[in-house]
């Protein structure tokens, strides 16, 4: 047990090393985008009123009549926050490939010194997506840490007056993206993660489908995609199907849907591990 | 022992495999030998667990291949097999994370004998060179069993020499080797056992030595008449 | 030390010729030890299995034997040492003779030259 321990905690480490460049990458650009956003955005703000207020000689008043009080969902819906959260977003799924894919990639297959590795194959499974998870959660923080300075320097560049009085709190319940990856509602975020890990699970089955059967293989993952997809979502048209909207409360749907989802994650991960131990190909 | 037996392999229509036994034993060295074909390679490959086979069977000791058994048996594929921003002594410590019989003493005596630089990256090393790396990264194993697929393929004949002179050392001493080659003319004299392979079968399994005091014949003499005959 | 085998014949025995050659010529005195036979592998570049072929051949016609736990050393026997130059000699003249053979030649006029060629041959040496 503690030998499993210790390989699974150097593979993880192992892979945290390789993803590291990209992910502080990842990092970098969103904090420096973000910052941008945080100066930029309410300058621009203040440069207008100011401007308004000099030209058309009104009161800030009559300013923020013209112009409404700002607040830091004004900065929060603009590119310079999206654009980094959608970039993680979607760099992080590209990894999700290219952590299996790179290890046959080239003249360096890797895959020989990771499948002769004499500890379980299912390490290098977990390990790969730990190391997903890592970087999910980093970029969670980060996020959260750069929302939170992003806020200060906000309400310091704006005059008092000038600002609407929302809070961090309320910008981010609003905003489309961030209260579905931020930890804002336990409701959303547990959904957003439970969707997620499933997510993680069945393409991780997929690629590994692929490896194992090539193109056969890339067939029977997209049917395996598909097939999980349905059965995932089938409680949401049940009412449909029984023609009765009142048969079954929300939440026992929305335990049927956490039970399927459970079901399809370790189906996938029994699958992942005959695969590899039986049929993955170098 | 390793113990390969009937297996098949079929990549789409083509049958690669068609029904291969043999065995293995502990302190020789064996060679698979077959012109051309994929054969080899995916041999060493079934026996390693790295790709399914249809058919038959391989065990090591009479075990069937589990990963804890890859601290028995080693295998040095055609094909750098740590990474390419590594350096020999990462892709060494790598090693020494998980193979509870990596012998680095020998590691470093084989860093030695090959004259390579620990704090080189392997990328930038020559074709030669990686190779090198790679037989150390499989010989520094306190292993029972090596596979080398071509190990003297696409080298300079210097490094030939020296990857040549492993075979009598005791670097190979008491295990039991399997090599691949499609070139057997620099190496016939450091052989016990010879299996031809062709068409998926093997055509043919001899102790070399025994064949030439019992037929006057060198390895090439029977591969001639095999391959052309 | 370097030998170049060739490939129809076993190579045991080639290392045994190689060998027998080294103790008549005395390069390799009675009662020495023998390298090991991965050592002697080594040197060769050839199985070390082959070389203990050679080696229980050798043991066998007792040119040199093996004590529990310690390496083979060359024999110290004098008949046995004396049978192996004999032999060496006999193979050695039977070789000269039929090579000579198609020529027809007497044994006074091919004395000179062989004398000739020994001293040379020492000469060369020196």
Redesign the interface.
């Known amino acids: 047990m503690k030998q499993y321990m210790k390989s699974l905690l150097n593979l993880t480490a192992f892979e945290l090393d390789r993803i590291s460049k990209f992910l502080y990458t990842l990092l970098g650009v969103t904090l420096l985008l973000n910052l941008i956003g945080y100066i930029y955005t309410p300058m621009r703000y203040v440069g207008r009123m100011n401007e308004y207020m000099q030209t058309e000689s009104v009161t800030a008043q009559q300013a923020i009549e013209r112009f409404g009080s700002f607040s830091f969902y004004d900065v929060t819906s603009t590119l310079w926050l999206l654009a980094p959260a959608t970039l993680g977003i979607s760099g992080l799924l590209l990894y999700s490939l290219f952590i299996w894919y790179r290890e046959w990639m080239g003249k360096n297959t890797f895959a020989y010194r990771l499948l002769m590795l004499p500890v379980p194959r299912m390490q290098i499974f977990y390990s790969k997506l730990f190391v997903i998870y890592i970087a999910i959660f980093s970029l969670i923080a980060v996020q959260i840490i750069s929302l939170t300075i992003g806020f200060q320097i906000v309400s310091a560049i704006v005059p008092d007056d000038w600002l609407s009085g929302m809070t961090l709190v309320q910008a981010l319940n609003i905003h489309p993206l961030f209260t579905v990856i931020l930890p804002v509602s336990s409701f959303y975020f547990l959904s957003a993660n439970g969707i997620g890990l499933t997510f993680m699970l069945v393409l991780f089955t997929v690629i590994l489908l692929e490896r194992s059967y090539s193109f056969k293989g890339l067939g029977l993952g997209i049917a395996y995609g598909v097939v999980t997809v349905l059965i995932a979502a089938f409680p949401v048209f049940l009412p449909d199907l029984v023609q009765n909207y009142y048969f079954f409360y929300d939440s026992e749907i929305m335990a049927l849907i956490i039970v399927l989802m459970t079901v399809i994650g370790v189906t996938s991960l029994l699958i992942s591990r005959h695969l590899l131990n039986k049929k993955i190909t170098i | 022992m390793i113990e390969v037996k009937d297996i098949h392999k079929q990549f789409g229509r083509k049958k690669v495999l068609n029904g291969v036994s043999f065995t293995i034993e502990k ?3 064996s060679c698979l030998v077959g012109v051309n074909g994929v054969g080899k390679t995916t041999i060493l ?1 079934a026996i ?5 086979v249809k058919k038959g069977s391989v065990t090591i000791d009479g075990e069937t291949l589990v ?5 028995k048996i ?2 040095i ?1 055609d ?6 921003h590594f350096t020999i002594q990462e892709s060494m410590d ?1 090693m020494n ?4 019989t990596w012998n680095a003493r020998r590691a470093k005596d084989i860093l030695k004998f090959f004259r390579l630089n620990a704090y080189d990256k392997l990328r930038d090393l020559s074709k030669g060179n990686q190779a090198k790396v790679n037989l150390l990264l499989g010989l520094a194993l306190d292993v029972e069993y090596i596979l080398m697929d071509e190990p003297f393929s696409g080298i300079d004949i210097f490094t030939r020499e020296q990857i ?2 492993v ?4 670097l190979v ?1 008491d295990r039991g080797v399997l090599i691949t080659t499609h070139e057997i003319n620099d190496i ?5 056992k010879v299996i031809l392979l062709d068409e998926g079968k093997i055509y043919k399994e001899f102790n070399a ?1 025994h064949m ?2 019992t037929e ?6 029977v591969m001639r008449e095999v391959y052309t005959g | 030390m370097s030998v170049t085998f060739n490939k129809r014949d076993p190579i045991y025995l080639q290392v045994m010729t190689h060998l027998k050659k080294q103790i008549v010529s005395g390069e390799l005195k009675p009662g020495v030890e023998m390298p090991s036979r991965r050592q002697l592998a080594n040197q060769l570049k050839i199985n070390p299995n082959t070389v203990q072929r050679a080696y229980s051949e050798m043991e066998e016609q007792r040119l040199i034997f093996t004590e529990p736990n310690k390496p083979s050393r060359i024999s110290e026997d004098p008949n046995v040492l004396n049978q192996l130059k004999k032999e060496w000699l006999n193979q050695a003249i039977t070789r000269f003779v039929s090579a000579i053979d198609p020529i027809d030649m007497d044994l006074e006029d091919l004395m000179p030259m062989i004398e000739q060629e020994l001293a040379n041959r020492k000469k060369a040496q020196k």
């Open positions: 302190g020789e060295i490959n390693m667990n790295l790709t399914p990963p804890a058994l890859y601290n080693a295998f594929p094909a750098s097999i740590s990474l390419p790598f994370d998980y193979y509870d040549t002179e075979f009598s050392s005791y001493e016939e004299h450091l052989l016990d030595e030439r005091e006057g014949k060198s390895v090439i003499d």
